[in-house]
Structures are given as C-alpha cells and as structure tokens.
C-alpha cells in the first residue's frame, strides 16, 4: 500500500513540475539548429541563443527572435557519429582480414607471410581510421519538445 502511494505521489509531482517549465538544452548557444514551429515549418538557423522566454537566431542574415509558446520543438546537434563510424570501419575491416587469412590458410597454393599480423593491424586500424573520418562529418541531433 505504501508503495503504491509513494508511486502516485511521483506520479502527480512529475506531471505537475514538467508543466512548470519549458524542456530547453543546457547550453545556451549554438552555431546552427532546427526550429519546428506551430505552423508545421521547419527552419534551419544560425547563430542560435537559448533566452529566458524565446530563441533569438539569425536566418536569411537577419536576427529574428521566436517566443517558445509559437515552437513545437529545438533540434540542436549534439555530437558526431565519429564512435559509430570507427566501430563500423574496425568491425568490417576485421572481418575482411579473417575471410582473407581463412583463404590463404585453405588454399595449398599459398603461403601466409611471416609478418601478416602487422599488415593486418595496419589494415584494421586503417579502416577504423577511415571509418572515424567519416562518421565526424555527420552531425547527431537532439530534439528538445517544447511543452508548458
């Protein structure tokens, strides 16, 4: 009974409180973002300030200011997808040199060289490096709901 109780409370507290204030990230500038706003449009902006009740940013070279009750939702990009692309570019890599040495290793006619394992780490770690570059020019986004 008790914790049933305690669950309600938390319950009614957390819908009570998120409806205090608006759902902002925690940096107040950013270089670019999405603005979605009531209408249904969607706008890529520049040089974005987070301010106690709007967005100020810049679009079309012009400063424009939107109060947070006329948007549905501030994307602002968070990070790059460097991790995933290094992961990706290992991975693939590692799988290429284990199909490669399995076919060397079952075919009679060749040979696996004596310094295979550093060519091998060169070619992983080359392909983790190329996986990397890659994923940093994609930007990852976070999408802040603004609700009252």
Same mark, same amino acid.
């Given at each position: 009974?008790?914790?049933?109780?305690?669950?309600?409370?938390?319950?009614?507290?957390?819908?009570?409180?998120?409806?205090?204030?608006?759902?902002?990230?925690?940096?107040?500038?950013?270089?670019?973002?999405?603005?979605?706003?009531?209408?249904?449009?969607?706008?890529?902006?520049?040089?974005?300030? %987070?301010?106690?009740? @709007? /967005?100020?940013?810049? &679009?079309?070279?012009?400063?424009?200011?939107?109060?947070? +009750?006329?948007?549905? *939702?501030?994307?602002?990009?968070?990070?790059?997808?460097?991790?995933?692309?290094? %992961?990706?570019?290992? @991975? /693939?890599?590692?799988? &290429?040199?284990?199909?490669?040495?399995?076919?060397?290793? +079952?075919?009679?006619? *060749?040979?696996?060289?004596?310094?295979?394992?550093?060519?091998?780490?060169?070619?992983?770690?080359?392909?983790?490096?190329?996986?990397?570059?890659?994923?940093?020019?994609?930007?990852?986004?976070?999408?802040?709901?603004?609700?009252?």
């Amino acid at each position: 009974m008790r914790i049933t109780f305690l669950f309600v409370c938390f319950v009614i507290y957390s819908t009570c409180s998120g409806q205090e204030n608006y759902n902002l990230p925690s940096k107040e500038y950013y270089k670019h973002a999405f603005i979605g706003k009531k209408d249904g449009t969607e706008k890529k902006v520049y040089r974005v300030s %987070i301010e106690n009740d @709007s /967005v100020s940013f810049k &679009l079309n070279h012009v400063k424009m200011t939107v109060p947070y +009750n006329q948007m549905v *939702y501030l994307r602002v990009p968070d990070n790059t997808a460097g991790l995933a692309g290094f %992961i990706i570019g290992s @991975s /693939v890599t590692i799988l &290429l040199a284990i199909k490669s040495v399995n076919a060397v290793k +079952n075919d009679p006619n *060749y040979v696996l060289r004596t310094d295979a394992d550093v060519r091998i780490g060169f070619f992983v770690i080359g392909g983790a490096i190329v996986g990397t570059i890659i994923g940093s020019n994609f930007n990852r986004y976070n999408t802040y709901y603004l609700h009252e």
